[in-house]
């Protein structure tokens, strides 16, 4: 009989795995693909202990080691694609593209990165008194707890990590309990490109010791900054249990984006953006368009392309795409059930067709959306989306804006005057004009504002959120 595999942890350098594990469940097949190890009170403390002797030099290290550790790690991106695309779509569901995508941008944001690791630099002010002077350095905070969701596992996990030890901190990886191998691929990548011992630990715990294991985390002394990639509702834990322990917190949550479609817009255009932006990765994205805004001048002409563009990408000629669970089908079923019952129409889709296993779910685009429905306000996070008519820009504003959320959102018009006029007074963190709401790479700060979190991953804003400044005055 084969041994199911077990994923281990990373602590001080050294794989460990644990005498409890759990099962890890495909959503593609439902059958268990292996195990992992699950953390206890223990190994927070030793994961965290390593952390902090290892800064006591990492924090010290020549940015041009570290450029070289980011530089060879993105060799070994390339060299293991195809083992590591494998792990993700076994444990998450994704497709082979998403997959690829994902791992084609990890290597440059790795390759980003290590451009940026020496252009922290601090500033020498004048100040008032003619016979003294001051420095202001910027010094790396020391141990970070870093948390990254499943969805995208190689992106967010890779950032929640690489800015701070890019920074000269050292960290501690706790990997979500849904795709702990793609987490743990991940950091065996920095392993094998040489990282020192301690600079980058990984842990995994059972979703029912989740609060007990973060709330260790949090509370321990050597842990000087959190980040948080996930839902709102847990990254309000988060934030809660950080600002107890008096810590910083960097917070990437959940969205509501919008996708307005004015009279001028390019439409075939429009329709292909606004479909890849509700259903990439199922739906499974935090910037994923959850409501599209059409001008009721081309409302009717704008949603023929809209079906055929989605017919053509997700029609039945391709597989039911996969979510994580089914917990995640039937949240969008109840959206949609609820919907109906008050009057909302589908404009495609069958929200009850039987399909291969109960995490596949096919596109549904609904319309006649009420301020009295569940879907208005609730992120959906799978494959629903929904058209809103609209007339003015005030009106556009006015719902695009209705939301808790704040991450990203989308303008499609000829008109560039009329895109940043929009852009300026949609609250997100950032507006895409002619492109989906999906969007992020290195060279952008990426972040939300309101209910979608605080705080900026990416380019030299994501660098500075892991040092702080000192300062030193002296007299000649």
């Given amino acids: 009989m084969t041994q199911t595999y077990t994923v281990p942890f990373f602590i001080n350098g050294e794989e460990v795995v644990t005498p409890k594990t759990f099962d890890i469940t495909s959503p593609s097949t439902q059958k268990v693909v292996h195990k992992c ?16 002797e290892a800064f006591k030099t990492w924090g010290k290290s020549h940015p041009n080691q570290r450029r070289d550790l980011f530089l060879k790690a993105a060799e070994i991106f390339e060299k293991r694609k195809e083992e590591l695309g494998q792990y993700m779509m076994d444990e998450t569901g994704a497709p082979r593209q998403w997959a690829d995508f994902n791992i084609m941008t990890a290597k440059d944001l790795l390759l980003d990165v290590a451009g940026r690791c020496g252009t922290l630099e601090g500033t020498f002010p004048v100040v008032n008194d003619p016979d003294s002077g001051a420095l202001i350095l910027q010094e790396p905070l020391g141990v970070i707890l870093a948390a990254a969701p499943w969805n995208a596992p190689y992106i967010l996990g890779l950032r929640s990590i690489l800015y701070p030890i890019a920074a000269g901190n050292t960290a501690v990886l706790k990997a979500t309990e849904l795709c702990p191998r793609s987490m743990w691929g991940l950091c065996s990548i920095f392993h094998e490109a040489g990282i020192p011992k301690g600079v980058l630990n ?53 969205g509501k984006a919008s996708a307005i479609v004015w009279e001028d817009a390019e439409l075939e ?107 208005y306000m609730i992120e959906s996070f799978g494959p629903t989306v929904a058209v809103y008519e609209i007339e003015t820009e005030e009106e556009a504003l006015r719902i695009a804006n209705d939301t808790p959320y704040g991450l990203t959102s989308a303008v499609f018009t000829e008109d560039l005057r009329r895109g940043f006029r929009m852009a300026k007074e949609i609250e997100t963190g950032a507006v895409h004009i002619n492109s989906m709401t999906v969007h992020d790479e290195p060279t952008l700060p990426h972040g939300g504002t309101k209910e979608s979190g605080y705080g900026r991953f990416n380019t030299d804003k994501g660098l500075s959120e892991w040092v702080r400044s000192k300062t030193v005055t002296f007299r000649y």
């Fill in 37 to 52: 190890s699950s953390a206890t009170d223990a190994e927070v403390k030793a994961a965290v202990n390593a952390a902090a």
């Fill in 202 to 254: 990984m842990l995994v715990h059972e979703s029912v010791n989740a609060a007990a294991i973060t709330g260790s985390l949090i509370a321990h002394p050597h842990v000087r900054k959190v980040n948080f990639t996930g839902s709102t509702a847990v990254g309000r834990i988060i934030g809660r249990m950080a600002g107890e322990n008096l810590k910083p917190a960097l917070l990437e949550l959940g």
């Fill in 269 to 375: 255009n429009a329709a292909t953006q606004c479909v890849l932006g509700a259903f990439l990765n199922s739906g499974q994205v935090c910037m994923s368009t959850e409501r599209i805004l059409v001008h009721k001048a081309v409302r009717a002409e704008f949603e023929k392309k809209l079906v055929a563009a989605v017919e053509n990408m997700f029609g039945p000629q391709t597989p039911a795409p996969v979510l994580v669970n089914s917990l995640a089908v039937d949240k969008n079923k109840r959206l949609i059930a609820d919907a109906l019952s008050k009057g909302a129409k589908i404009l495609y889709g069958n929200p009850d067709a039987q399909e291969e296993t109960p995490t596949r779910m096919r596109p549904v685009i609904l319309s006649g959306i009420t301020t009295n429905m569940d879907m």
